[in-house]
T-cell receptor, first 114, second 109 residues
Framework: KAGVTQTPRYLIKTRGQQVTLSCSPISGHRSVSWYQQTPGQGLQFLFEYFSETQRNKGNFPGRFSGRQFSNSRSEMNVSTLELGDSALYLC?????????????FGPGTRLLVL | DAKTTQPPSMDCAEGRAANLPCNHSTISGNEYVYWYRQIHSQGPQYIIHGLKNNETNEMASLIITEDRKSSTLILPHATLRDTAVYYCIVIQGAQKLVFGQGTRLTINP
């Protein structure tokens, strides 16, 4: 089975712009979670989608949003980019059918905001 | 979710077994122990998880003490490609993963 894929892998934006990142989960996985990873803050949970519905949400401002499509692919959008949004954005998928499910991560999208 | 404590760094010779400890003394009965690793700038890789019993897969073995307050991840024959940061986490049911500082494992030739 193919693993979790994320596009693009690298992105450079300037402050004030917006960005959309894409994640394709492992085939058959219906849950997609998004994380932000920075050297200072470590791994932080953004949100989780299951069956096109946001099921969990972290403590990020409304500039961070996401959605999930009927084929379980997910996108996250960050509007009005700030310098502090520079990070590795990770997507993880799981079956999502019960609480205790192993999450498998994609390679990440490295975003640099100038 | 229970907090975990790991040594910040460890070294191991190539070909030897790498034993990575993790303390999770406040773990509750329905919490699982998970191990992930992250090679520089890549996405975290799932290694293994367990509840009470010891577990083994093609990558590693997980030894959980009887009181479940600590565990050890064992990489039986470490290679240079096993150099990474290893994260031990304890989670119940929530999908939200929280990584601590982890252990930076360096495999030396």
């Amino acid at each position: 089975k193919a693993g979790v894929t994320q596009t693009p892998r690298y992105l450079i934006k300037t402050r004030g712009q917006q960005v959309t990142l894409s994640c394709s989960p492992i085939s058959g996985h219906r849950s997609v979670s998004w994380y932000q990873q920075t050297p200072g803050q470590g791994l932080q949970f953004l949100f989780e989608y299951f069956s096109e519905t946001q099921r969990n949400k972290g403590n990020f401002p409304g500039r961070f949003s996401g959605r999930q499509f009927s084929n379980s692919r997910s996108e996250m959008n960050v509007s009005t980019l700030e310098l502090g949004d520079s990070a590795l954005y990770l997507c993880a998928s799981s079956l999502g059918q019960r609480n205790q499910e192993t999450q498998y991560f994609g390679p990440g999208t490295r975003l640099l905001v100038l | 979710d229970a907090k975990t404590t790991q040594p910040p760094s460890m070294d191991c010779a190539e070909g030897r077994a790498a034993n990575l400890p993790c303390n999770h003394s406040t773990i509750s009965g329905n919490e699982y122990v998970y191990w992930y690793r992250q090679i520089h700038s890549q996405g975290p890789q799932y290694i293994i998880h367990g509840l009470k019993n010891n577990e083994t897969n093609e990558m590693a073995s997980l030894i959980i003490t009887e009181d479940r307050k600590s565990s050890t991840l064992i990489l039986p024959h470490a290679t240079l490609r096993d150099t990474a940061v290893y994260y031990c986490i304890v989670i119940q049911g929530a999908q939200k993963l929280v990584f601590g500082q982890g252990t930076r494992l360096t495999i030396n030739p």
